[in-house]
């Protein structure tokens, strides 16, 4: 005699199955998208860490390009004695000490100034070419040959170099401190024929945003740098 299943012996019908599978694929999605965006989170967390420090390594480059300009006075391609700094609100030419691979520092001429590639990316730039003790200057175009010295020596040329110091910069901003006869401090947009170095150089570098344009300075990716060059470090000013 054949014995006939109970209600509670059956198995799952196809609907509950495809129920079942439904709300595990639910969960599994719902599972997966939380895991994608904490994942772009940390990407994002993670570059915006790695930009963070590289932006610090430049700045600590250029600060340290900065303190070591050298207070040379040298004539320009008009006779004009001045001392070897020129510069305004978007860059700044002057000369300093590198390192070179021998280990032992010499003087440089180096301009700090932002750059666009091809793809519209703008940069910041340090343009470099060696200083020659005796040199004549052409200021409009400072790293083009003069072949002229002072004692109408012929001084070889050096083709400059040009590198990429920070990615995503669109925009430069220097201001320099000068103190008046009445010994009181002045911020100036632009160092130009001065005989003496300025007493600091204040530098802020503006983020390139999604249009390409200057963004709002952002601490984050530069603080505001000041610096005071070699030849004031310890001259006892108040420097603001």
């Known amino acids: 005699m054949s014995r006939q299943p109970t209600?509670?012996?059956r198995g799952f019908t196809l609907v509950e199955l495809l129920i079942a599978l439904l709300l595990t694929g639910m969960?599994?999605?719902l599972v997966f998208g939380a895991f994608r965006i904490a994942t772009?989170?940390?990407?994002?967390?993670v570059a915006q860490q790695e930009r963070v420090h590289e932006s610090y390594l430049v700045q600590t480059f250029v600060r340290r390009l900065l303190e070591q300009a050298q207070p040379l006075r040298l004539r320009d391609v008009d006779v004009r004695l001045s001392v070897a700094m020129q510069?305004?609100?978007?860059k700044l030419t002057f000369v300093t000490a590198l390192p070179t691979r021998d280990g032992?520092?010499?003087l440089y001429w180096c301009q700090l100034s932002v750059s666009e590639t091809e793809t519209q990316?703008?940069?910041?730039?340090?343009?470099?070419?060696?200083y020659t003790d005796?040199?004549?200057i052409n200021w409009l175009a400072p790293f083009e040959p003069t072949g002229e010295g002072v004692n109408d020596e012929e001084i070889p040329f050096v083709p400059p170099e040009e590198r990429v110091l920070l990615e995503g910069v669109a925009e430069l901003e220097f201001e320099y401190l000068f103190y008046d006869e009445a010994d009181q401090p002045e911020w100036r947009r632009e160092w130009v024929d001065e005989s003496v170095l300025p007493y600091l150089i204040r530098m802020q570098a503006l983020p390139q945003d999604s249009e390409g344009l200057a963004g709002e300075a952002n601490t984050a990716f530069w603080p505001?740098?000041?610096?005071?060059?070699?030849?004031y470090r310890y001259a006892g000013k108040t420097l603001l």
Do not use: C, N
């Open 7 to 9: 209600s509670d012996s």
């Open 121 to 130: 990316q703008k940069q910041l730039i340090m343009t470099t070419r060696p």
């Open 224 to 231: 505001e740098l000041l610096v005071s060059p070699t030849d």
């Open 87 to 90: 510069g305004d609100e978007r």
């Open 134 to 136: 005796g040199e004549i």
């Open 27 to 29: 969960v599994a999605m």
């Open 40 to 45: 772009g989170t940390w990407e994002r967390v």
């Open 104 to 106: 032992v520092a010499k």
